[in-house]
């Protein structure tokens, strides 16, 4: 594995071009659900893996106040034989969210119909009961990967992609989203039908701003022309079932995560979703952050830590800029919980 930079910290994005915070400029998504034909809430409510850049990062040590009254996370031990760091950062942000909110991950399980899913969350009761390890409990979930994907979950120093692996971690038959072909100038509209979107959104270059932003303006053009108008169409795409944790995908394009996600569902509903994790990548090496509900945030390189997490303050003084890079390593995933 090539060496990791560990003496650089988090790096500001030009905050005098950006000094907009997610929570208070962002309104909640209106075009991402419901469908046409049901009735929105209205607006006044609520691959192959890079080298790190040898940027020189603001000392947020520097910045923003530690917190010394929440204890301290710990993550999964990195395997320097077969390289899991891939498992370790993605491991380490889903035990905690588990370990907040069991109710919600056995829930969301079950609807999906997910056995990697429910495998983690009776590893995670094992772990939290001293009869496991973390460790363990990631072993027995790659050994079944790697019988089933030999090739894309392999053993060894090949290293594993994260974008695969939370694909097969969150993968489900169950659909829980539809898409739906809307003229651009007039009302016409198609009946939604089923669309392969689930739990897990990938971000190409149609993505911008955030990852709020980026929900709410998603479509994309259809060849077909309105036949009531001629004019052009798109198609949206909205979830009938809002799964418990929510992904992006930013391996292929980087955008400011958002602190807080919020649309309007079916039947007068706000669909509210948190930032609880971060997941970053460099130097052939991932590590993670863990976003507690309260908003405290912790750092964690199982190859240079060990288990020990680290507290990078509390996102009541941070803005999305700040969750971009990490250590010298840009930031390929973001987690939110459903609160």
């Known amino acids: 594995m090539l060496p990791v930079t560990t003496d650089s910290q988090w790096q500001l994005v030009d905050k005098e071009k950006s000094k907009l915070k997610s929570t208070a400029s962002e309104k909640v998504l209106?075009?991402?659900?419901?469908?046409?034909?049901?009735?929105?809430?209205p607006k006044n409510t609520?691959?192959?893996?890079?080298?790190?850049?040898?940027?020189?990062?603001?000392?947020?040590?520097k910045k923003f106040p530690r917190s010394s009254t929440v204890s301290k996370p710990r993550g999964l031990l990195w395997d320097g034989?077969?390289?899991?760091?891939?498992?370790?950062?993605l491991f380490t942000v889903l035990y905690y969210i588990w370990k907040d909110n069991k109710f919600m991950w056995n829930v969301n399980a079950r609807h999906l119909q997910s056995q990697h899913l429910q495998t983690l969350g009776t590893g995670f009761l094992a772990a939290s009961q001293g009869t496991k390890s973390l460790e363990e409990v990631r072993d027995?979930?790659?050994?079944?990967?790697?019988?089933?994907?030999?090739?894309?979950?392999?053993?060894?120093?090949?290293?594993?992609s994260l974008s695969e692996l939370t694909q097969k971690i969150f993968s489900s038959d169950v659909k829980i989203s539809k898409s739906q072909v809307t003229c651009t100038m007039c009302d016409f509209f198609n009946p939604p039908i089923d669309d392969e979107t689930g739990s897990v959104y990938v971000m190409d270059k149609t993505a911008s701003k955030?990852?709020?932003?980026?929900?709410?303006?998603?479509?994309?053009?259809?060849?077909?022309?309105?036949?009531?108008?001629?004019s052009k169409m798109i198609s949206r795409i909205h979830y009938v079932h809002h799964p418990g944790i929510l992904l992006f995908d930013h391996s292929v394009?980087?955008?400011?995560?958002?602190?807080?996600?919020?649309?309007?569902?079916?039947?007068?509903?706000?669909?509210?979703?948190?930032?609880?994790?971060?997941?970053?990548?460099?130097?052939?090496?991932?590590?993670?952050?863990?976003?507690?509900?309260?908003?405290?945030?912790?750092?964690?390189?199982?190859m240079t830590m060990d288990s020990e997490a680290k507290s990078q303050g509390h996102t009541k003084f941070m803005s999305g800029e700040d969750y971009q890079k990490c250590y010298g390593r840009k930031l390929v995933m973001s987690i939110y919980v459903k609160s």
Do not use: M
Request: charged share 20%.
């Open 210 to 230: 955030s990852t709020f932003h980026t929900l709410n303006t998603s479509s994309q053009p259809v060849a077909e022309l309105c036949p009531e108008c001629q």
């Open 140 to 160: 027995a979930i790659r050994k079944t990967l790697y019988s089933e994907f030999p090739h894309i979950f392999p053993y060894g120093h090949e290293g594993t």
């Open 81 to 89: 034989d077969n390289y899991s760091c891939a498992y370790d950062a």
């Open 46 to 61: 609520e691959s192959k893996k890079r080298k790190a850049e040898n940027d020189v990062d603001i000392d947020i040590t």
């Open 30 to 41: 209106t075009n991402f659900v419901p469908a046409k034909g049901t009735a929105p809430i």
């Open 253 to 302: 394009h980087t955008i400011k995560p958002s602190k807080n996600i919020k649309f309007a569902g079916t039947g007068n509903r706000l669909i509210k979703y948190k930032l609880q994790g971060l997941l970053y990548f460099g130097n052939f090496h991932f590590t993670s952050c863990i976003i507690s509900p309260e908003g405290d945030v912790w750092y964690h390189d199982g």
